[in-house]
């Protein structure tokens, strides 16, 4: 299974980003999809997920400001951030979980200036 995350980079507070991943070598449809956050020094978390039946759950830093989507037909999900601030800086993983089985992809960065 191969995820590869894109769309990170350097934002204004207040802005916008899209990130986008796309799965590979797994039954996308039926897999649950999320996207994770790390800083250095502090534990990955979860940011936003989506499963199979298109159900979200956010973490209260994202309620309201991020959208997770997913289009099956593509083997994409996205991670749509607005209204962005400095705590938001991190590099975002992009995640899919199958059956017990768990992966993660190489991560793609995210920096939000103040």
């Known amino acids: 299974v191969q995820l590869q995350a894109s769309g990170g980079g350097l934002v204004q507070a207040g802005g916008s980003l899209r990130l986008s991943c796309i799965a590979r070598?797994?039954?996308?449809?039926?897999?649950?999809m999320a996207w994770y956050r790390q800083t250095p020094g502090k534990q990955r978390e979860l940011v936003a997920q989506i499963n199979s039946s298109g159900m979200t759950t956010y973490s209260d830093s994202a309620k309201g400001r991020f959208t997770i989507s997913r289009v099956s037909a593509y083997r994409m999900v996205y991670l749509q951030m607005n209204s962005l601030k400095p705590d938001d800086t991190a590099v975002y993983y992009c995640?899919?979980?199958?059956?017990?089985?768990?992966?993660w992809g190489q991560g793609t960065e995210v920096t939000v200036s103040s």
């Open positions: 995640y899919s979980a199958r059956w017990g089985n768990d992966y």
């Open positions: 070598g797994t039954t996308f449809s039926t897999s649950t």
